[in-house]
Nanobody
Framework: QVQLVESGGGLVQAGGSLRLSCVAS????????MGWYRQAPEKQRELVAV???????NYADSVEGRFTISRDNAKNTVYLQMNGLKPEDTAVYYC???????WGKGTLVTVSP
């Protein structure tokens, strides 16, 4: 059974930082591309960042230069370091194995002005 468990969300002021973590189980983590998505109130879920099994990364234009995705295959964990947070980054952030139905329950990030 595949499980993805996100953590690290919270309330932060604009300009602040947070680091999200997602621990995966039930998959051979090191062989999978992993992604972070987010969904703001009344908006569609959108891709934030992905990292391939080989460590190649890609980012949404809105977070490029502020967010960094990384992975630790020994810990089956993918991270999202978020710096320079803006109120428009407020959303529930989800971990995902792209192309599959495997999603975590999400972690809420709230950025106050």
């Amino acid at each position: 059974q595949v499980q993805l468990v996100e953590s690290g969300g919270g309330l932060v002021q604009a300009g602040g930082s947070l680091r999200l973590s997602c621990v995966a189980s039930g998959i051979i983590f090191s062989t999978h591309t992993m992604g972070w998505y987010r969904q703001a109130p009344e908006k569609q879920r959108e891709l934030v960042a992905v990292t391939t099994s080989g460590g190649i990364t890609n980012y949404a234009d809105s977070v490029e230069g502020r967010f960094t995705i990384s992975r630790d295959n020994a810990k089956n964990t993918v991270y999202l370091q978020m710096n320079g947070l803006k109120p428009e980054d407020t959303a529930v952030y989800y971990c995902n194995v792209p192309g599959t139905a495997y999603w975590g329950k999400g972690t809420l990030v709230t950025v106050s002005p």
